[in-house]
């Protein structure tokens, strides 16, 4: 007997709805993403229970005809695509023809819809792919979707839907994604009659001000600009400033009027604050890419958030190029000069007013007559009153700056380690609270930068070699990387056409950790782009100093923790690691004072 056969509509509908419409945020997507599609210029959106008992989404976009209203809910059918070559010059947002059939396969549906010209409109009531009632009706120009008892056929998938306060706030991240790229479209949200966020029509800054800033324009005062165009891609957007960085930032990327996820971008942007901001906060950032549809792939996942770039490495190298200049640019890298602690900042009045400086000359002076050649006599010996120029006034030195940190020579100061982590350092304001680990990593770090510069590394000898095995694209890769490796101390012979030999090692790397740490540095360039040489130098002194650096839980001798504070308040930038995380924190005398 044959056992193979055909699944039924609705079945099939089920099946393909378990991968579009997984929560009520799902068919907020799905719907919101026709309306704009349909050229609506306001857009509403109404939930009761979080979406699952009601959503509802009302527009004033072009409405459907009574056969397109029909034929919309079934499985493929689309207005977007005539041909597969269309699938590489998209600029719509939905095109496969999944959404409503989905919709409905697992959900009650009521739509009215009409056109501009036409008299009266189209009702239609669908139920779990059944069409159980259409009929003419009448309603205003556009499209009024009703989606009810979301998964009431289904109800292991209904059983696993959240709290409604957390399907809700899915709605809202969803919502989110859509209204900030479509700033010039009016948007309302309902919840159970009440309004939870109104959003005029305006300009991208203005619609992140309200939908983050709730109005409030401080918010928007802490985003600078950032602008690229290139021949491959062009960028805009807003970025946060270092010093608003938050633990809950606001951080979404957009690809022609698309929400975006895509991981390396956002490394491309993180790489540009190296240093600026603590290892646990992050900037917020709202960056809007407007590519060549051909260039990119939207149809790698149901939901279309995963886009593919045909050239990834050179975006990337745009994105952390363009984020950089931007917070160059408004010069608001922070500073970390000793000559600032501690240091008040004196409010200017704007009702003072100088006065206009006067110019007093001699019209007859003239410095070639020779009574002006005598006059100038008068001032030799001017050097006399600073004898050899050495009490000339001149801008304190770094090692003056450091010296005046502390109360006494750094070289006395007597460090006191704690639980192996900590050092306490006491200094003239307060006391220093250094993390020994990363304070170590730092100093390796700048260490290893220098020995790439000056292509002076110190290998250590391996009796034994140990084999590094690698893929294709990794061989090429260290092929590249092979000079700055052996600058730091690596020493690699090429054994096979897929793997090297290590046969030296820098000297403070263990050898059980040879082949890890040179992993580690080829993942992390390969991150970062073989294009940046500058960018993979720092990753490499960063592995190789993660790796070998003082590991938590080491006691340290008092000369070991005296020697490692005084290599890290040597340098100039000892306060955080390249990747932003602190090493320094400091309590100041009147905060102590303040616990007592």
């Not at 599609?37 to 409405?63: E, F, P």
């Not at 859509?178 to 959003?199: A, C, G, K, R, W």
């Not at 982590?421 to 290893?448: C, D, M, S, T």
């Not at 110190?458 to 690698?470: G, I, T, Y």
Request: aromatic letters at 10%; glycine letters at 6%; a negative charge.
């Amino acid at each position: 007997m044959d056992i193979i056969h055909l699944l039924p509509d609705s079945v099939a509908n089920q099946i393909a709805a378990g991968e579009v419409i997984q929560r009520p945020a799902s068919c907020l997507k799905e719907l919101v993403e026709n309306s704009l599609d349909a050229g609506a210029s306001r857009i509403q959106v109404i939930v009761y229970d979080a979406g699952r008992t009601m959503l509802q989404v009302i527009d004033d976009g072009s409405g459907m005809s009574e056969t397109d209203a029909r034929m919309a809910f079934e499985r493929h059918a689309t207005s977007k695509i005539q041909s597969a070559q269309d699938l590489f010059s998209l600029r719509t947002m939905g095109f496969r023809g999944e959404a409503l059939a989905s919709i409905c396969a697992v959900a009650q549906v009521e739509v009215q819809t009409r056109r501009k010209e036409d008299e009266i409109g189209t009702f239609l009531e669908i139920a779990g792919s059944d069409v159980i009632r259409q009929e003419a009706c009448l309603c205003p120009v556009g499209t009024n979707f009703k989606v009810k008892n979301l998964f009431f056929n289904v109800p292991v998938r209904r059983k696993f839907l959240k709290t409604d306060q957390t399907e809700l706030r899915n709605l809202l991240t969803e919502f989110y994604h859509i209204v900030l790229v479509y700033p010039h479209v009016q948007f309302t949200f309902v919840s159970n009659d009440e309004v939870l966020m109104e959003l005029p029509a305006g300009t991208e800054k203005q619609r992140i001000e309200a939908v983050f800033g709730k109005g409030n324009k401080a918010y928007t005062g802490n985003l600078v600009d950032i602008k690229s165009d290139t021949e491959l891609v062009s960028i805009r957007g807003f970025v946060g400033k270092p010093e608003a960085a938050s633990k809950n930032a606001q951080q979404y990327f957009f690809v022609n009027g698309r929400y975006m996820r895509h991981a390396y971008f956002h490394k491309a942007v993180m790489t540009a604050y190296s240093g600026m901001v603590p290892g646990d906060y992050n900037p917020s950032y709202f960056i809007y890419f407007d590519i060549n549809p051909q260039w990119i792939d939207v149809n790698i996942h149901p939901t279309k958030t995963e886009i593919k770039f045909q050239d990834e490495q050179t975006i990337f190298q745009i994105v952390l190029a363009t984020v950089r200049e931007a917070l160059g640019k408004f010069n608001i890298a922070p500073s970390l000069d000793f000559d600032r602690a501690g240091e008040i900042e004196m409010p200017t009045s704007t009702k003072q007013v100088a006065d206009i400086p006067k110019v007093v000359f001699d019209p007859n002076y003239n410095p070639f007559h020779p009574t002006s050649a005598r006059a100038r006599d008068n001032y030799k010996g001017w050097e006399t009153l600073y004898p050899s120029g050495s009490n000339i006034p001149t801008k304190p030195t770094y090692e003056q700056q450091k010296e005046d940190l502390f109360e006494t020579s750094l070289s006395e100061v007597q460090p006191y380690t704690y639980r192996g982590k900590y050092i306490f350092v006491p200094y003239r304001a307060g006391l220093f609270i250094v993390n020994h680990h990363r304070a170590h990593i730092r100093v390796l770090y700048e260490q290893y930068q220098h020995q790439i510069r000056d292509q002076k590394g110190v290998s250590q000898q391996l009796l034994f070699p140990e084999l590094l095995e690698l893929n294709t694209e990794d061989m090429k890769l260290v092929d590249t990387l092979l000079s700055d490796l052996r600058y730091v101390g690596f020493e690699l012979e090429q054994f096979s056409k897929n793997s090297y030999n290590i046969v030296g090692i820098p000297a403070l790397l263990s050898v059980d950790h040879a082949v890890a740490t040179l992993n580690k540095i080829i993942h992390c360039v390969r991150e970062t782009g073989i294009s940046a040489q500058q960018q993979w130098e720092e990753q490499i002194a960063l592995s190789l100093a993660e790796d070998t650096a003082i590991p938590y839980g080491k006691k340290l001798t008092d000369e070991e923790a005296h020697d490692l504070i005084e290599r890290l308040f040597a340098l100039s930038n000892y306060r955080v690691l390249p990747d932003g995380k602190v090493i320094v924190c400091e309590w100041k005398v009147e905060e102590l004072d303040s616990r007592f």
